[in-house]
């Protein structure tokens, strides 16, 4: 419409001051957070089912950046997402993770066995056979994969199949015979053994069914 055309000139406008500079950048870089570190290129080239590489997004539209303190608030709550998912693969709190801890942690997740030993290997960047809580926190920060802890919360809800929030013997057992059935980590006519030691080792309350709180100290 005619009222939002610009004028053609502008009579009072004054000339730029020679101080100024007219390829000054409208906006200050943000800093990179050590959390988008790119990796090693030691990383194997073949990924296991489940992970790909964050794409690195070097060009962005202007006006769409955030300040940098969003983003490292952002990579702060991402990383502390990492940790937790690192304490609850690593059960026997021994600091760093384990690859029997590792492959455990998983395969309950639902991840394939094949291609679990490469990704431990490209995870432990050190070769101390070990993972730390750093490589963790930064590989998983650096690639985009599915959870490779499972929510206790969720699995709970999973097996509670008649929604009286607590798991019965059966249905521990078959959270077990599960998880067994991926590992093998007992013989088959193992598991409703150590189903039911399980049950009488963690069952604080004596109503022979495991509450969430009792099943989240079994399976943290």
Known sequence: SESMRKPTSAPHASAPKPSQSTSAPLHDPVKKTPHSASKSTATSSSKPTGMTSKPTNTTKAAGTSKPSTQVEERLTDEARR????????????????????????????????????????????????????????????????????????????????????????????????????????LDADQTGAYARDQLSAHDKDGDRMLNLDEFCAFYP
Do not use: Q
């Open 82 to 185: 990492f940790v937790d998912e690192f304490h609850r693969m690593n059960k026997n709190s021994e600091g760093n993770l384990s690859p029997t801890s590792f492959r455990h942690s998983l395969l309950t997740a639902e991840w394939e066995d094949e291609g679990v030993a490469e990704l431990f290997k490209s995870m432990d960047l050190d070769k101390d056979g070990v993972i730390s809580k750093k490589e963790f926190v930064d590989y998983r920060s650096a690639h985009i994969t599915k959870p490779m802890a499972v929510d206790p919360k969720a699995l709970f809800a999973r097996y509670d199949e008649d929604r009286d929030a607590a798991l019965s013997l059966r249905e521990l057992f078959k959270l077990i015979k599960d998880v067994n059935d991926r590992e093998g980590f």
